[in-house]
């Protein structure tokens, strides 16, 4: 699998975010990183689908966190 680092501004706000906080809910990430929630959303799913961060459903609520265990991390 190719490794891909993160390239947008988006991302990469999103990941020094949770560097400094990590296990945030969507709307504290959205304040933190300063975006939208649709953009929010987006990058977020790109993030999940490289590995490097994990999305944690309870009911209503989102807790994003970096997934330690990727090789990436």
């Keep these: 699998m190719k490794h891909v680092l993160p390239t947008s501004k988006g991302e990469i706000s999103i990941l020094t975010a949770l560097l400094k906080m990590d296990g945030v809910t969507l709307k504290?990430?959205?304040?933190?990183?300063?975006?939208?929630?649709?953009?929010?959303?987006?990058h977020l799913s790109t993030?999940?689908?490289?590995?490097?961060?994990?999305?944690?459903?309870?009911?209503?609520?989102?807790?994003?966190?970096?997934?330690?265990?990727?090789?990436?991390?």
């Design 47 to 73: 993030l999940e689908k490289e590995g490097l961060i994990e999305q944690h459903h309870y009911g209503p609520v989102i807790i994003v966190t970096l997934n330690k265990d990727s090789p990436k991390y």
């Design 28 to 42: 504290t990430l959205m304040k933190q990183a300063k975006m939208t929630h649709r953009y929010l959303k987006k």
